[in-house]
C-alpha cells in the first residue's frame, strides 16, 4: 500500500470539548497517519456559568446546564463511534470554590473525565493552534483569546513564543462588573479602559521589548469582531473567517458606530451571535484598548484556539502509540494544509508534480507579460499540486469537484480570496475556460477573475503536456518572440498525444498572451 492511499483512512477518532465560561464547544475529528486532522462534526452548548459574575462558585442551575450540554455531547460522540474524548475545564470551573465538585459530577452522570488546566496551559495550547492555523512570519505578534471568564495573551512568532499569560479579563466578567446601563455609557468605558490599563501593565512592558504591530485574535468574541467589521468594509468572509485580516482605522470606524447601539440595535449587525448581544462591548473595548495603547496596526483572525490545540497535544503525545508517521508534518500552515488534502485524496502524485513543474516554468517565463505578482506563484503551484484532486469523488466533472474540495476543505493559512484563486485555477485546467455564466467565477472581483485567467491558461498548458499521465515529456524549453511561444519538448517516446493535449487547451494561453503557441519535438532515444 502506497503512502497516499494508507493515508486516506484514518487513525482514530476522537472528540475535543472546551468548557468555557459562556460555552461548551466540543469538536469531533479524525486523526490520520500523517499526523493531520479532520473535522467530523461540532456541537456548540450555551451554559452561561458566570451570568451572574464570576463571584468564585458554580450556581447549580450553571451547574444543571453544563451537565445537560455534556449529555447532549456524549451522546453525539457515542452516535459517531469517538474512541476517546479530552475535556478540558477553564476560567470559571477552576476558579470556582465547587469546581472540582462539578468534575466529579460529570465523571458520575455523564461518564466524561474532565480536567480543569492553568490559564498558563490554556496559554500555551492556544499558542500551538494559532501557530497551527495561521499563517506567521520572524515577526512578533500579541496573539489575544478573548473568552467569557479569561483573556489568554501570547507573544510570538512562528517558531517560538516568549510570554504567556491568563488574565481573568474575559467578557462575561467584564460585563458583570462593570456595565449596568444598554446602551454602554462613557463612565462604564472610562471605568473598563482603567481596570485594563492596571491589568495589562505587565503585557505593556513585554510587548516594548519587541516591535509588535499585529494582533491574532482568536474564539468566538474576536471572530463575531472580525465578521462583523468584514461585513461593514466588504471584506471577503463568507466562506472562512481565518486568515481575514483588517486594519486599525476599519475597527475604529465599526467601534464609533458600534458602541453607540442598544441591545435591538446591536441584534440586527451581521455577524454578531445572539449569545453575545449583552457581553460584546467589553470585548470592543478591550480591543480598541489595545490598538491604541500598544500602537497596533493590523487585526487578524485565527479559527484555531483551544479545541485545536487540545488535539494538536493529544497527536504530538500519542503519535508514537497511533503508529503516526509525520510524513508531511511542514512548519508552514499552508504548504501542511495542502498536503495533507492532497494526500487524504489520493493524489495522482507524479502526474500532479510533473505538470506543476512546467506550470512554474510557464510562470516564470511568463510572469513580466502577463503582470503577475510574486505572491500569485505560489498560490498557483498549490493550485496546480491541487488539480486533479477531483478524482477522489469521480472522473467525471473531476475539474468541478477539485473546485469543490478546495473550496470546502478549512485550508489553513490562506485568506479567502487565495482559497477561491486556487479553487477557480483547479477547475479551469480543463474544459471550459473561465465564463462570467460560472457562479463561481462570476462571485470574484474583476482583479481576481483576471488572475484566474491568466493562470488557468498557463495550467491548461502545462496539463496537456501530459496527457498520458505518464511522464512523457522530460525537458521542456520555451522560447517567444513578438507573435509566437515555441515549446521545445523532448520525449522519451513519440509525443503526439501530448503535443495533441497541449495544442487542444491553447487557445486561452493565445489569448490572454496575444501570442500563437507552437511546438516542437524531440524523442530523448533520438538525441545524439
Not at 452522570?109 to 500551538?128: D, F, P, Q
Not at 502577463?370 to 475539474?399: N, P, V
Not at 483547479?426 to 483576471?450: E, G
Request: net charge negative.
Amino acid at each position: 500500500m502506497n503512502e497516499s492511499t494508507s493515508n486516506s483512512e484514518p487513525t482514530k477518532r476522537i472528540a475535543a470539548i472546551d468548557m468555557g465560561t459562556n460555552s461548551f464547544h466540543a469538536v469531533l475529528v479524525d486523526i490520520y497517519p500523517d499526523g493531520s486532522f479532520r473535522t467530523v462534526d461540532k456541537l456548540k452548548e450555551m451554559v452561561k456559568l458566570g451570568e451572574k459574575g464570576m463571584d468564585n462558585y458554580l450556581s447549580e442551575e450553571a451547574m444543571e446546564r453544563g451537565l445537560e450540554a455534556l449529555k447532549r455531547i456524549k451522546f453525539l460522540c457515542d452516535r459517531q463511534n469517538v474512541e476517546q474524548i479530552l475535556a478540558y475545564a477553564t476560567s470559571a470551573i477552576r476558579e470556582a470554590a465547587n469546581g472540582g465538585d462539578f468534575i466529579q459530577q460529570i465523571i458520575d452522570e455523564v461518564g466524561i473525565k474532565a480536567r480543569a488546566i492553568s490559564g498558563k496551559m490554556e496559554a500555551e495550547m492556544i499558542a500551538y493552534a494559532v501557530k497551527h492555523g495561521i499563517s506567521l512570519t520572524e515577526e512578533m505578534v500579541l496573539m489575544v483569546d478573548i473568552g467569557g471568564g479569561s483573556v489568554e495573551f501570547i507573544i510570538g512568532n512562528k517558531d517560538e513564543s516568549v510570554y504567556f499569560t491568563s488574565l481573568k479579563l474575559g467578557v462575561a466578567r467584564m460585563a458583570a462588573g462593570f456595565i449596568n446601563s444598554d446602551p454602554i455609557t462613557e463612565k462604564e468605558i472610562a471605568a473598563l479602559n482603567e481596570h485594563f490599563r492596571k491589568e495589562l501593565s505587565e503585557v505593556s512592558q513585554n510587548l516594548k521589548k519587541y516591535n509588535v504591530n499585529t494582533i491574532v485574535g482568536s474564539s468566538g468574541t474576536m471572530e463575531n469582531i472580525g465578521e462583523m467589521v468584514a461585513g461593514r468594509n466588504a471584506i471577503t468572509a463568507e466562506m472562512t473567517l481565518n486568515e481575514l485580516q483588517f486594519n486599525s482605522q476599519e475597527f475604529m470606524d465599526f467601534y464609533d458606530h458600534f458602541i453607540k447601539l442598544d441591545i435591538e440595535k446591536r441584534a440586527k449587525e451581521k455577524g454578531l451571535e445572539e449569545k453575545r448581544l449583552d457581553i460584546i462591548n467589553p470585548g470592543m473595548v478591550l480591543l480598541k484598548f489595545m490598538i491604541e495603547e500598544f500602537k497596533i496596526d493590523n487585526v487578524k483572525i485565527s479559527e484555531s484556539a483551544l479545541r485545536e490545540g487540545m488535539i494538536l497535544n493529544f497527536i504530538d503525545k500519542e503519535r508514537d502509540q497511533l503508529n503516526l508517521q509525520l510524513v508531511r508534518h511542514f512548519p508552514d500552515p499552508r504548504k501542511r494544509s495542502v498536503y495533507e488534502l492532497l494526500h487524504k485524496c489520493d493524489w495522482p502524485e507524479q502526474h500532479c508534480t510533473h505538470v506543476t513543474n512546467f506550470a512554474l516554468q510557464l510562470f516564470d517565463e511568463f510572469q513580466k507579460d502577463l503582470k503577475l505578482a510574486d505572491s500569485d506563484r505560489e498560490l498557483f503551484e498549490y493550485a496546480s499540486l491541487m488539480h486533479d484532486i477531483g478524482y477522489y469523488i469521480s472522473h467525471r466533472k473531476h475539474h468541478k469537484h477539485a473546485l469543490y474540495l478546495i473550496r470546502n476543505s478549512d485550508l489553513l493559512g490562506f485568506k479567502e480570496d487565495e482559497i477561491n484563486l486556487m479553487a477557480n485555477v483547479a477547475r479551469y485546467h480543463r474544459r471550459s475556460t473561465p465564463h462570467k455564466r460560472h457562479k463561481r467565477y462570476k462571485d470574484l472581483d474583476k482583479n481576481l477573475r483576471n488572475r484566474v485567467k491568466k493562470l488557468s491558461a498557463l495550467l491548461r498548458v502545462a496539463d496537456g503536456l501530459d496527457r498520458s499521465h505518464y511522464q512523457n515529456v522530460r525537458e521542456l524549453e520555451i522560447k517567444k518572440d513578438n507573435e509566437e511561444v515555441t515549446l521545445l519538448i523532448t520525449t522519451a517516446s513519440d509525443p503526439q498525444l501530448e503535443i495533441w493535449g497541449t495544442l487542444r487547451k491553447s487557445k486561452l494561453f493565445e489569448k490572454v498572451t496575444g501570442k500563437k503557441l507552437k511546438i516542437f519535438s524531440v524523442v530523448e532515444e533520438e538525441v545524439v
